[in-house]
């Protein structure tokens, strides 16, 4: 039974990271396929763009209230039909509160993860990332997580409004990847608002 319950929690926890990891291999892979015309890469340096963002994730449970500085984008690549590749870093904290009568009803967290942001255009992107972060307990609403070292996923995408205001939408997933168990995560839908200057 034990058995069955570790291959679920494995399961629930793959999709992000192993997302998250398709996309940094096509990362990869892109430049043979996205040159100019003169067959030169079209990698760009560090650009700005750095920001801070305001999200709210929401779960029928539990809910999370956070504020994260992006950093500038730390690598680029543009393709020759006018998209995009970025690369930054979210760092960020956060506080858990609890629904109902679910103890303990409230933590902390604090993370840092990589985001790779894909731009097809200038106005739309969509979104992948998984970092380490670390929480104030390792019991939350009634759910044993087995430690405060978690892995935070992000999957979403969003629009950007005028020059500085980014709208978006993401799910995040927060377990141990299995390091130890029970592992029973904490999942969210987050909308967030990002300042980008």
């Known amino acids: 039974m034990h058995t ?8 629930r926890t793959a999709p992000p990271i192993m997302l998250a990891a398709a996309l940094a ?15 030169t890469p079209r990698y760009q340096a560090a650009a700005p763009g750095q920001g801070f963002s ?3 994730g929401y779960h029928s449970k539990y809910q999370r209230l ?9 690598w680029r690549y543009d393709f020759s039909n006018n998209g ?3 690369l ?9 509160k609890a629904s109902g009568n679910r103890e303990p009803d409230s933590m902390w967290q604090v993370s840092a993860v990589p985001m790779l942001r894909w731009w097809p255009s200038d106005n739309y992107y969509l979104e992948a990332g998984v970092g380490p972060s670390l929480l104030s307990r390792a019991h939350f609403a009634g759910k044993q997580l087995s430690t405060r070292f978690q892995f935070t996923s992000h999957i979403g995408g969003g629009i950007l409004v005028g020059d500085a205001h980014r709208f ?3 799910y995040t997933h ?8 029970p592992n029973p995560g904490l999942d969210l839908i987050e909308v967030s608002y990002t300042y980008q200057f």
């Open 168 to 170: 978006g939408l993401r």
């Open 88 to 96: 930054n870093v979210e760092l960020g904290a956060s506080y858990w």
């Open 25 to 39: 291999l096509a990362l990869l892979a892109s430049p043979a396929h996205s040159q100019t015309t003169e067959n």
């Open 54 to 56: 305001l999200q709210y």
């Open 84 to 86: 995009r590749i970025d």
């Open 66 to 74: 956070g504020l994260a500085y992006e950093t500038p984008s730390l």
């Open 174 to 181: 927060v377990s141990n990847a299995s390091i130890k168990t």
């Open 4 to 11: 069955c319950h570790a291959s679920m929690r494995t399961t």
